[in-house]
């Protein structure tokens, strides 16, 4: 690792997010830790995006966004334009009525001609803007980002589906045009045209074409390495003919079934066969996140350059941790941290809170994350209805920062029932609030963080009955429990920021 600049290239970074952007995220601050040049580099229109980043404690200097870019918007100063205060609406003809606290409506003469929708996690803030027609039919909507300035307007057909958007300079300027239409029954995007860019306007057919033109820009300013986070960006990076170097970042297992994946019997999930199939000679190497998922890249794509370092560092002063000693839960909480998607296995930790609840009466399970789907959602509920555990399991809402570190400081031990794995974020942030872990062992990541009778158990895949028996043993042996928790405490240092960056400057 030189002076370089280092891109991580992502779709976005959501309210609700996935490890891969708490990845991108944590390693940001670790490469600001070590004063490394680089930036999170984000193909998708988001327009809170910057809200998003400060609430996980990034700057706007942290990212830098396609839209953005080319919306000149990069840096402008935070304006909270509130509804009542908008010299949008002109009080003198238009009245501004209350719904609730998150819409309002314009009204002129008694009539509708406007709702405006309160941008989230603000108090009156505007968001978007709803225009009706006199038959109460959309009209078009203004996109308001969450810095305080219209972003973007969407005008729709008669029929009500979108036609084509503008996007808006910090002035009002257009500076990009989307057109839409109905192919096959599908309304989709079908024209990117950058309007008066260098004096030129310029079209693309599709995103990830403009996505490409942008990185290629961003790297003629500023030389650098892409190191691409998503699959599904694998061929636009692939695309970038002025990249230093570039490098595919694997997050999770690469086969659909994880027991397979150091066997060429395992079949590729398919969003990742474009890299390997198609692209990967266009690349500089891979990273994943254990030793083991590098041993197994090696046998089966020899050529492939392959690199072993973590996707998640911790920050904490251990040594100091470990001195201070453990803080005392007087509670039984298990904790799951992370999706609530069928891939979790969530219905395996429902039904093994179940089987401890028989020997630790006061046992309670916290599952906390978003759920995948809605069906997914009832299906959970209904199956802790049937085993009476409404007491017992609780479902919290997606949390970060200080929300999260106090569920997990309120925590006696933490769980994991996914059958496969990159590293698992989740029991890594574990360990430095000393907490044991059990999780089924399956490749790659809960061996290289549980260590099996030291700082939690290893159970063989499915079997919730075990599971359940050595979360008894833990939860009812003090001394155990005590040792166990140092042992996570201790081997959190091997997740530390030191030595997390010192295998990213291995990188070639």
Not at 51 to 63: A, H
Not at 235 to 242: D, G, L, R, Y
Not at 479 to 487: A, E, G, I, M, R
Request: charged fraction near 25%; charge should be positive; aromatic fraction near 12%.
């Amino acid at each position: 690792m030189n002076n370089n600049m280092y891109y991580f290239v992502n779709e976005n970074i959501f309210t609700f997010n996935s490890g891969t952007e708490f990845s991108a995220m944590n390693r940001q601050k670790l490469f600001n830790k070590y004063d490394v040049n680089s930036k999170i580099m984000t193909r998708n229109y988001n327009q809170g995006l910057h809200q998003e980043i400060r609430k996980n404690g990034l700057g706007d200097d942290d990212i830098i966004n396609m839209y953005d870019y080319f919306q000149h918007v990069t840096k402008v100063p935070y304006h909270h334009v509130k509804l009542r205060y908008s010299k949008m609406i002109d009080k003198r003809y238009y009245k501004i009525r209350g719904i609730d606290n998150n819409k309002s409506m314009i009204l002129l003469h008694g009539h509708k001609v406007a709702t405006v929708q309160i941008f989230p996690s603000t108090v009156g803030e505007i968001g978007n803007v709803i225009y009706y027609d006199d038959f109460g039919n959309v009209t078009s909507k203004d996109i308001w980002d969450a810095r305080g300035f219209k972003s973007k307007t969407q005008y729709m057909h008669p029929d009500g589906q979108l036609g084509h958007e503008l996007v808006y300079d910090y002035h009002g300027k257009p500076v990009m045009e989307i057109a839409h239409m109905n192919i096959n029954g599908k309304l989709s995007p079908t024209m990117y045209k950058l309007l008066d860019y260098n004096g030129h306007n310029l079209r693309f057919n599709t995103e990830d074409d403009l996505f490409v033109f942008f990185m290629q820009e961003i790297l003629k300013k500023h030389p650098g390495v892409l190191i691409n986070d998503r699959p599904t960006l694998t061929e636009p990076v692939a695309k970038v003919n002025n990249a230093e170097k570039r490098y595919q970042l694997l997050h999770n297992v690469q086969t659909t079934d994880a027991k397979l994946s150091g066997s060429p019997k395992g079949k590729l999930f398919p969003i990742l066969e474009q890299f390997f199939h198609k692209d990967m000679n266009k690349y500089d190497g891979i990273i994943v996140s254990t030793e083991d998922q590098k041993r197994d890249f090696n046998k089966l794509f020899p050529s492939l350059r392959c690199y072993a370092i973590p996707d998640v560092a911790l920050f904490k002063d251990h040594e100091k941790e470990i001195q201070k000693g453990l803080k005392p839960v007087d509670n039984d909480n298990l904790i799951y941290i992370g999706r609530i998607a069928e891939d979790k296995h969530i219905d395996h930790l429902i039904q093994i809170a179940s089987f401890v609840k028989n020997k630790i009466s006061d046992v309670k399970l916290n599952i906390v994350g978003y759920f995948s789907s809605p069906k997914y959602q009832k299906q959970l509920e209904n199956q802790v209805k049937k085993l009476n555990l409404n007491d017992v399991v609780k479902f919290k809402n997606y949390s970060i920062g200080k929300q999260k570190a106090k569920l997990l400081s309120n925590s006696k031990l933490m769980l994991q029932t996914s059958f496969g794995e990159g590293l698992s974020m989740n029991l890594v942030e574990g360990l430095e609030y000393g907490l044991p872990e059990v999780a089924y062992d399956v490749h790659y990541g809960p061996n290289r963080i549980i260590k099996n009778d030291v700082n939690g158990y290893l159970i063989p895949q499915g079997n919730m009955q075990e599971a359940a028996n050595k979360i008894v043993r833990i939860l009812s042996d003090d001394d155990l429990y005590k040792q166990f928790s140092k042992n996570s405490l201790e081997h959190a240092k091997d997740f530390s920021a030191d030595n997390v960056m010192s295998q990213w400057k291995k990188l070639g």
